[in-house]
């Protein structure tokens, strides 16, 4: 329904970009009969008999392309205004429907959302989807789902990943993600982070604390390396 919606709210902008382009055809049409028409005018007093006829029957045509052409920019006006006014119609009843929506997503239960990632770096941006530029799965609900969890009254959203990978030879919480990975949840939706030693808390935290609690839950064997890479980034 919304995406329908959506496509009903846009479609008229193409017309819009049409209407201007016909609106710019027009103007310099109208300007090129006004120069015309006034050639005539000064013709039509410096002719007589047959001459001055025709001069007199292509000022009629002239004043009559004028108006046509007058009558057609004033339509194309209101078509314009009677078509932003439809778009920002139904704008307003997409924004309406989010609003709604999102009440609903986050709503008076407790939602639990349990999500899996590949790699988290020690702001708390999840790269869920792949490994620098390498696709491992394709794009899921995850970020709805802890949204939802995360609106939701009680509700709590959890990340859990293994702390290491290749037998412990590569920590998966990592100073920054690997260059090209996909975030699929921001740092700004992460809460909760588990691995097998122990919960990392972020939401609310400053960046130095969400790093000191991600390098608590990390493998031991890279604690170190990951408080070395945090200093030299700032971040302590």
């Known amino acids: 329904m919304i995406a ?10 193409f017309v819009l970009v049409a209407i201007g382009n016909i609106l710019n055809i027009l103007s310099t049409r109208l300007g090129r009969i006004v120069d015309r028409a006034r050639v005539l005018q000064q013709r039509h007093g ?25 009558k057609a920019i004033a339509m194309l006006v209101v078509s314009g205004l009677a078509i932003g006014t439809t778009v920002a119609i139904f704008m307003e009843f ?17 939602d639990l959302a349990i999500n ?7 702001l708390g941006q999840c790269g869920s989807e792949s490994l620098g530029h390498i696709p491992y ?8 789902f802890v949204r939802a969890a995360n609106r939701s009254k009680g509700g709590k959203a959890f990340i859990v990943l293994p702390s290491t990978a290749k037998n412990d030879t590569i920590s998966r919480i990592v100073p920054t993600l690997s ?10 939706d992460i809460n909760y982070v588990v691995t097998e030693f122990g919960v990392a808390q972020l939401r609310g935290k400053s960046v130095k604390q969400r790093a000191a609690e991600l390098i608590s839950i990390a493998h031991p064997d890279f604690r170190a390396e990951l408080t070395d890479q945090a200093k030299r980034m ?3």
Not at 137 to 144: P, R, V
């Open 116 to 122: 899996a990632t590949l790699q988290i770096d020690l």
């Open 179 to 188: 260059p090209g990975t996909h975030v699929s949840t921001s740092k700004n």
């Open 4 to 13: 329908h919606t959506i496509q009903l709210a846009l479609a008229p902008v």
């Open 94 to 110: 997409i924004m309406r429907w989010l609003k709604a929506r999102l009440v609903d997503l986050g709503g008076k239960k407790a």
């Open 137 to 144: 799965s394709g794009t899921g609900g995850q970020s709805d």
């Open 46 to 70: 410096e002719t007589a008999d047959g001459e001055h006829d025709r001069v007199v029957r292509e000022l009629r045509k002239v004043d009559r392309r004028i108006s046509l052409i007058g």
């Open 234 to 236: 700032g971040l302590f």
